[in-house]
């Protein structure tokens, strides 16, 4: 790692001036960013760490609405929502390990898009709005493609909020390896709409399956799913697989996501 | 350089770090616990493991400055205090949950985690929560046995897949 210096401190107000230096960064949990510095693939003179930030962290409901905050771990999301919103609970519990789950936060996640990062899924199933220190924004407009995002410098994710579905699920087909998906699929179904995102898939980063949520919103079914297929044209292709066989995947973990939704 | 102040194993103690210090460097150098281990340092294998505050962290990823104020326990704080092996070690020794044991700090510090907010889980149940433990030794069989047999319960014969 290169070397820089690390500032602690308690209220977003001390981050955001703390960030407000160029060269500085924001450390969520880490999970992405220490291994990443680790690599020297990144160079900020200044860390400012979140995880001391008690206003960043918590999950409140109300009405239909549940805000998560953007230092939340995704194991105090798996535990806490597992009631009020289990599709998100079981997406939260099936990131890496509990020792990541424990430290990774869903701000960085979504402040970081890997494609195929999990989060991203559900916000864009479920329209969901990323709060920052200055604005609301639309989860269809918040993800720019591969690691790139709405986001400015120095502005942080202060919280998440999701209208909570009816039901909904999420299924991925894990790498071996790493365990992120190879493809995940986030399902929700709402009074008036069905949402599927997609991860892992698209060269392009997360995107919501529109013909499959048309299908689905007339009827809420696997069967409604036949015929549908997404073209392997624009899909990653890597050592893991093509991008047809991710475009595949991408029926079959739908058709799953479907059939599991609670 | 920042001081950090934390609880190990306990004890209070606090020292001056870098930035980019990572708790684990903090544990093995300044502290001299070379009990937690570096296996990957590239937050895939577990053999880190330590608690931080009550839960499981990889501590080669986590800087020792965002462990300011907190408890930590490592695998050096683990047996009891006639110095006797605690019950998930001794499970380890009595069923061969080990062979150069190398990730065992970790796999203990991570079966102590599960078994305070789980204290009878079943045998997915702790498949499931070693994933970031990886051991290049035991096959796992005898780590599974080992954490069943700690929770008090049957121990499978041969641990099914
Ligand atoms: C072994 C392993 C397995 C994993 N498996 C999965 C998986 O299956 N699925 C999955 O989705 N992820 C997985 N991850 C990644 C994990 O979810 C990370 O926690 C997450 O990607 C980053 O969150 P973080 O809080 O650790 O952020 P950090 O690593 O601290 O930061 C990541 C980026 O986000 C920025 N940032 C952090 N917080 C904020 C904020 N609140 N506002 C604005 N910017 C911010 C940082 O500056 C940095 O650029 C895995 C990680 C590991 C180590
Ligand atoms: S050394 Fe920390 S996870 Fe391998
Ligand atoms: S006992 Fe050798 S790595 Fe697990």
């Known amino acids: ?262 | 350089m920042t001081k950090v102040t934390m609880t190990v194993n306990g004890k209070s103690v606090s020292g001056d770090v870098a930035g980019n210090t990572l708790l684990v460097e903090f544990l093995r150098s300044d502290l001299h616990l070379t009990g937690t281990h570096v296996g990957c340092d590239t937050s895939q294998c577990g053999a880190c493991v330590v608690h931080v505050n009550g839960a499981a962290v990889k501590s080669c990823t986590m800087f020792a400055a965002e462990a300011e104020g907190a408890e930590v326990a490592t695998i050096e704080g683990q047996a009891n205090a006639d110095g006797s092996l605690n019950t998930i070690q001794q499970a380890f020794q009595d069923y061969h949950g080990l062979q150069c044991g190398f990730c065992t700090p970790g796999m203990v510090m991570s079966a102590a985690a599960l078994l305070k907010d789980n204290p009878k889980p079943s045998e997915q149940e702790v498949r499931a929560y070693l994933q970031g433990n990886i051991c290049r030794c035991t096959g796992y069989h005898n780590i599974v046995r080992a954490i069943m047999a700690a929770s008090g319960q049957e121990v499978p014969a041969v641990a099914a897949e």
């Open chain 1, 1 to 262: 790692m290169y070397s820089f210096d690390i500032e602690r401190p308690t209220t977003l107000a001390d981050a955001l001036a703390a960030l407000a230096d160029d060269e500085a960064q924001a450390l969520g949990g880490g999970q992405t960013l220490i291994p990443t510095l680790k690599q020297r693939l990144a160079s900020p003179s200044k860390l400012v760490c979140l995880s001391g930030i008690e206003e960043l962290k918590g999950i409140s409901r109300d009405g239909d609405t549940l805000t998560i905050g953007g230092g939340t771990t995704h194991g105090t999301i798996a535990r806490e929502t597992a009631e009020g919103f289990p599709g998100l609970a079981g997406l939260a519990s099936k990131i890496g390990d509990p020792a990541v789950r424990n430290r990774g936060t869903i701000g960085g996640s979504l402040a970081n898009n890997d494609p195929s990062a999990c989060y991203p899924a559900a916000a864009m199933a479920c329209g969901a709005t990323i709060v920052t220190n200055s604005r609301e924004i639309a989860a269809d407009d918040y993800f720019q493609g591969m690691f790139a995002t709405a986001l400015e410098e120095g502005e942080i994710i202060t919280a998440v909020k999701f209208p909570v579905p009816e039901s909904s699920a999420y299924i991925k087909f894990e790498q071996p390896a790493s365990r992120f998906p190879l493809v995940g699929v986030f399902v929700a179904k709402y009074a008036d709409r069905v949402g599927v995102g997609v991860t892992g898939a698209s060269e392009e980063g997360v995107f919501r399956w529109t013909e499959a949520e048309a299908a689905l919103g007339g009827n809420f079914a696997e069967s409604a799913l036949e015929g549908l297929s997404v073209s392997g044209d624009g899909m990653i292709g890597d050592l893991h697989g093509t991008g047809a066989y991710r475009a595949h995947l991408v029926g079959v973990m739908t058709r799953r996501a479907v059939a599991a939704a609670r």
